[in-house]
Each structure stands twice: as structure tokens, then as C-alpha cells.
């Protein structure tokens, strides 16, 4: 039952080693993961911040060069914008040359009908309803459109405009516009990935140019970004699904000084944290090793605490078996000494000596008996084995005696039992013999106390009628006694002065 128990507290506890594992592992692969999820977006974060100090260091570069070279355009108008010759539309040209990507210039007049223009396909087309001329004709300075369609091509573009003025009055307005496309650039330079974009936005929401290119105009007055991060900083990230095309992306945005434009570069969500979904992939393949070989640990812990509980039980049936013989051979051995002492009344012998003889065979029966009947075949409880012996002994002379015992819980080596039973059944002879004479009732007190390591402290007294230790013959008990307290490596002493009391120190007691 114990091998059991143990096997039982061996697969538990390998259970749990097993299951500390791979919860520490799982923890371990918990924290890599959330680490390596961080370090994605920090990284992207990160790109798409140096990417929209790229975009706005190129639309601030965009305004600059857009407003001076209306002002150009203004100063080579002169006084009268109304076009005599050709000199002036060559004028215009020069004043747009140095400006990035495909720049139409135009002047119109009051009435938003275009005077000059650098543009080979320009119509005859009123901008009267344009806002970047309707803004102008109200007052404005100047003016930064939202996205626009061309009308003449049917391209994406945005315009800045410049107000006209001559003798005081609204004379028209210059014109600069600038094809979408001319982000192209800079989108390929940051190389934020697939899916990225990069844009500006005027500060009340517009967009004003996106690339790669949104479906039209859009409004973005009521976006996360005007509505939560503009009011609170004026540059930063977030992540948000796009207005434009619903796609998920970190979005780094930055308020371009002076201008009244918001630069941004987004990056794609799902792009960014490529690399953290390589880390899951790898630590869902760790686990799953370690799933595996934990199993096949477990399958191996199993089918050895399965051998173990086999042997266990080849062993507890081995020891049964050894048991039964061990409690045979003792129940013979009693069975022996009662048949000797069945022929020892038969012998023609003094009755005394009958008596004594079958007194101590009866204290080395109680012995085996003790063995056999407890199953204890290494140590005995001292308590029960003299108070076998005792009352075999008390019944035996059908004394009228009470005994009482104070006797601790202490274990006697099978080696030691036979000759503690002979000597207490020795003493209790004596007492029955010599300490209540006439058939008188007496008292007899019989104490076992440990004395420190293997000692132990044996007093046997009775209320009798006592002795003066100098008058008593030394006989065949009295060299028992010597004898038996001597193999036990003991001292002992007798007390008569007030009826008899034994006290004897003894190695008896099993560690």
C-alpha cells in the first residue's frame, strides 16, 4: 500500500513538474510575443514619423516655392493684367520652371476667364465656381485648395492661389496647380512598404493630396485625427482604419509650419507586425515540440510508474507471503513452548519449580503470541507485551491484586521483548509469591518511561509486605534477573522498605 501511495505521489508529482513546464513556457513565449508585438509597432511607429517629417519638409518646400512663384507671376503682370503680347505668357513659363513635377500656371481675370495659362490644352473654361477663386474674389490673400478634378484632363490635382490687385480692386487672380502624381516621389523615397500612403491636409480637414490616389475629395473634419490627436499635439502617431479606403494603419502626422497643412505617412497595419507574426509562427512551433515531447515525457512517466505499481505489487504479495510464513513460524514456536510446558507438569517435579518453569516459558509464549497476532515481526509495542505478560501471570495464581500501568508508547526490538518479558514476569513471580501473604489483596504499580535515547526506566512496586534485601537467598531468579538486566546493558536495584519496588534501566527502546 505504501508503493502505491508512492507511485500515486510520483505521478503527481511528475504531473505537476510537467504541467510548471509548460506553463512557464507558455509565459515565457506570452512575454516574448507581447515584447516582439511592441517592438512591430514601435518600429512602425517610428518609420512613419521619420516618413512624415519627409512629407513635410516636401510641402512646406511645395508652399514656398508655389507662393514665389505667384509673386513672380504678379510682379511680371505688371500694371495692366489684360494680355497684349506674347511676352508675357513666356514670362509666366520662367515663373514656374523651378517647381517639382508637371505645374500649370494660370492668370484669370475678374470674371474667373482665363488671361494666360502654361497649360497646351487650356479651354475657355470659367473657375468662377472654384473655391480656390471664390475665396480670392471675397477678400482672401491666398488660397490652398482642397483635392480637385481637373476639368481639362480629368486629373487629380490641387491649385494655390495668389489674389490680384491693381488700382485697389479685385483685378483676378494667379494660378498655380500641381498634378497629384507629384507625391510619387516621395512616397517611393520613404518606402514605408505596401499599402502605405503619405498625404497633406489643410487644417480644416480637406485633403488636399494622397498617395497612392484617393477615389476623389474627402473630409475629414470629423476624423480621429482632427477630432482626438490635432486638439492635443501638433505632431504624433495613432492607429485607425482609413477614411479613404477603410484599410487598418499606423498613421504618423505632423503640422507643417506656416502653411495651415497637416503632413501625414501611413504605413499598413498588417505590414508592420509581419515580423511579430513570424515570432508567433515560431513560438507556436516551440510549443507544439514541446507539447509533443512533453506527452511523450508524460507517456514515459506513466509507463514507468506502471513497471514501478507492478513491482510494487510483485513485492507487497512477496512480503504478504513472508508474512504469512513469519506468523506461522511464530504460532509454532508458541504452540512449542506450550507443548513444553505441558510435559514439564507431566515431570515428577517439585511444584514450586513446576510453576516457575512454566511462568517464564508462559512470559516467552506471550512474546510469539504478540508477534503473530500484530503482524510486528521487528519491534513490539512494550505496553501491550507486558500487560500480556501480567495478566497471564495474575490469572495464573488467581491472586487478588489490582495493577496499575504508566507505560509511554515505546517500541521493543523482537530481540529485546523475550528477555524484557522474562524479566518482568521474574518480578511479578516474586510479588505473587512473597508480598501478599495469607491471601491478602494488595496494589501493584508497573511504570515504563524513556530515560533518553535507547534507555528506558522500568518500576514495578508493590504496597506488600516488603524485605530487607540482605536476607533474601540468592537463587535461580536472582541470577535470571542479573542475567537478563546484563544482556539488556541495564543497572538495576531493589527498594523493601516500603513493600518492594524494582527500578531497573535498560537499552530496550528501538530508534
Known amino acids: 500500500m505504501r508503493g502505491l501511495n508512492l507511485n500515486f505521489t510520483l505521478a503527481k508529482a511528475a504531473a505537476m513538474i510537467i504541467v510548471a513546464m509548460f506553463v512557464s513556457l507558455l509565459l515565457l513565449l506570452g512575454l516574448w510575443l507581447s515584447t516582439s508585438y511592441q517592438d512591430a509597432l514601435r518600429r512602425t511607429e517610428e518609420r512613419a514619423i521619420a516618413a512624415?517629417?519627409?512629407?513635410?519638409?516636401?510641402?512646406?518646400?511645395?508652399?514656398?516655392?508655389?507662393?514665389?512663384?505667384?509673386?513672380?507671376?504678379?510682379?511680371?503682370?505688371?500694371?495692366?493684367?489684360?494680355?497684349?503680347?506674347?511676352?508675357?505668357?513666356?514670362?509666366?513659363?520662367?515663373?514656374v520652371a523651378d517647381l517639382p513635377g508637371q505645374v500649370k500656371a494660370y492668370v484669370v481675370d475678374e470674371?474667373?476667364?482665363?488671361?494666360?495659362?502654361?497649360?497646351?490644352?487650356?479651354?475657355?473654361?470659367?473657375?468662377?465656381?472654384?473655391?480656390?477663386?471664390?475665396?480670392?474674389?471675397?477678400?482672401?490673400?491666398?488660397?490652398?485648395?482642397?483635392?480637385?478634378?481637373?476639368?481639362?484632363?480629368?486629373?487629380?490635382?490641387?491649385?494655390?492661389?495668389?489674389?490680384l490687385e491693381r488700382d485697389g480692386k479685385f483685378a483676378g487672380a494667379a494660378v498655380v496647380s500641381f498634378d497629384v502624381e507629384v507625391l510619387a516621389d516621395v512616397w517611393e523615397a520613404v518606402d514605408l512598404g505596401p499599402n502605405s500612403t503619405v498625404s497633406f491636409i489643410r487644417a480644416d480637414g480637406q485633403l488636399v493630396a494622397r498617395y497612392p490616389l484617393a477615389d476623389g475629395p474627402v473630409d475629414m473634419s470629423k476624423y480621429v485625427l482632427f477630432t482626438d490627436y490635432l486638439p492635443k499635439a501638433a505632431a504624433g502617431t495613432y492607429e485607425a482604419i482609413s477614411p479613404v479606403d477603410g484599410a487598418h494603419r499606423i498613421v504618423a502626422y505632423r503640422t507643417v509650419d506656416g502653411t495651415g497643412l497637416v503632413a501625414l505617412a501611413s504605413a499598413d497595419y498588417a505590414v508592420g507586425i509581419q515580423r511579430f507574426w513570424r515570432d508567433v509562427t515560431v513560438a507556436v512551433s516551440v510549443l507544439v515540440l514541446a507539447?509533443?515531447?512533453?506527452?511523450?515525457?508524460?507517456?514515459?512517466?506513466?509507463?514507468?510508474l506502471h513497471r514501478d505499481a507492478a513491482q510494487s505489487q510483485l513485492l507487497r504479495n512477496a512480503l504478504a507471503d513472508n508474512q504469512l510464513l513469519l506468523r506461522e513460524v511464530h504460532h509454532r514456536v508458541k504452540n512449542n513452548l506450550q507443548a513444553v510446558q505441558s510435559i514439564i507438569q507431566l515431570q515428577r517435579?517439585?511444584?514450586?519449580?513446576?510453576?516457575?518453569?512454566?511462568?517464564?516459558?508462559?512470559?516467552?509464549?506471550?512474546?510469539?503470541?504478540?508477534?503473530?497476532?500484530?503482524?510486528?515481526?521487528?519491534?513490539?509495542?512494550?505496553?501491550?507485551?507486558?500487560?500480556?505478560?501480567v495478566e497471564k501471570l495474575v490469572t495464573a495464581y488467581g491472586a487478588p491484586v489490582v495493577v496499575d500501568y504508566d507505560i509511554d508508547e515505546l517500541a521493543v526490538s523482537t530481540d529485546n521483548a523475550t528477555p524484557l518479558a522474562l524479566l518482568t514476569s521474574e518480578i511479578l513471580t516474586n510479588i505473587m509469591k512473597y508480598a501478599f501473604p495469607d491471601g491478602r489483596e494488595g496494589r501493584i504499580s508497573i511504570a515504563l518511561k524513556s530515560a533518553g535515547g535507547r534507555r528506558a526506566r522500568l518500576t514495578i512496586k508493590d504496597n506488600g509486605i516488603g524485605f530487607d534485601p540482605q536476607t533474601v537467598q540468592q537463587g535461580m531468579g536472582s541470577r535470571l534477573i542479573r542475567g537478563v538486566v546484563g544482556q539488556l546493558n541495564g543497572t538495576h536495584a531493589f527498594d523493601g522498605s516500603d513493600g518492594t519496588t524494582f527500578t531497573a534501566e535498560l537499552d530496550i527502546i528501538e530508534p
Open 111 to 163: 470674371n474667373g476667364l482665363t488671361l494666360y495659362s502654361t497649360d497646351p490644352m487650356v479651354k475657355p473654361i470659367s473657375i468662377v465656381d472654384r473655391p480656390y477663386f471664390a475665396e480670392l474674389a471675397k477678400g482672401a490673400r491666398q488660397h490652398i485648395s482642397s483635392l480637385l478634378i481637373s476639368r481639362l484632363n480629368g486629373h487629380q490635382i490641387f491649385a494655390f492661389s495668389r489674389r
Open 349 to 389: 517435579l517439585p511444584a514450586e519449580i513446576q510453576q516457575s518453569l512454566a511462568d517464564r516459558i508462559s512470559s516467552m509464549v506471550a512474546v510469539h503470541e504478540q508477534i503473530y497476532r500484530h503482524d510486528e515481526f521487528s519491534r513490539l509495542c512494550a505496553r501491550d507485551l507486558i500487560k500480556s505478560v
Open 291 to 304: 507539447g509533443v515531447g512533453l506527452l511523450a515525457a508524460g507517456q514515459w512517466i506513466r509507463h514507468l
Open 52 to 95: 512624415s517629417k519627409i512629407v513635410a519638409t516636401n510641402v512646406s518646400l511645395l508652399d514656398s516655392l508655389a507662393r514665389q512663384a505667384l509673386q513672380r507671376i504678379d510682379v511680371t503682370l505688371g500694371a495692366d493684367i489684360v494680355p497684349p503680347a506674347s511676352a508675357s505668357v513666356r514670362n509666366i513659363n520662367e515663373a
